[in-house]
Nanobody, 125 residues
Framework: VQLQASGGGLVQTGGSLRLSCAAS????????MGWFRQAPGKEREFVAT????????YYGDFVKGRFTISRDNAQNTVYLQMNSLKSEDTAVYYC???????????????????WGQGTLVTVSS
């Protein structure tokens, strides 16, 4: 499985961005697909993920209704709509995917098997 992330850029505080992650290759092995982020000097953290069926979504605590994850199975693509962006959202955002594993581990980055290259989001005040 290959993941290609895009959509990052520079945005002002309070603005919006939409990230995209396109999957290719053996996409039938994907059960969940989502996003992590890593800010300078910090550990990579969970942002959001969605089951490939689209039935379930999961978010990091800091999202607080500002981000929405969605998917287009026909395009093998997952989107992350980010609204009300804050300076602390500045980070490299990584797309990730994994096969079927326990839902209790869904926010744990080490359980994800496939990773994209990352896209930089910079929020300026």
């Amino acid at each position: 499985v290959q993941l290609q992330a895009s959509g990052g850029g520079l945005v002002q505080t309070g603005g919006s961005l939409r990230l995209s992650c396109a999957a290719s290759g053996r996409t039938t092995s994907i059960y969940v697909m989502g996003w992590f982020r890593q800010a300078p000097g910090k550990e990579r953290e969970f942002v959001a993920t969605i089951t490939w069926s689209g039935a379930n979504t999961y978010y990091g605590d800091f999202v607080k209704g500002r981000f929405t994850i969605s998917r287009d199975n026909a395009q093998n693509t997952v989107y992350l709509q980010m609204n009300s962006l804050k300076s602390e959202d500045t980070a490299v955002y990584y797309c990730a995917a994994r096969g079927p594993k326990g839902l209790s581990t869904i926010k744990m980055l080490r359980t994800y098997d496939y990773w994209g290259q990352g896209t930089l989001v910079t929020v300026s005040s």
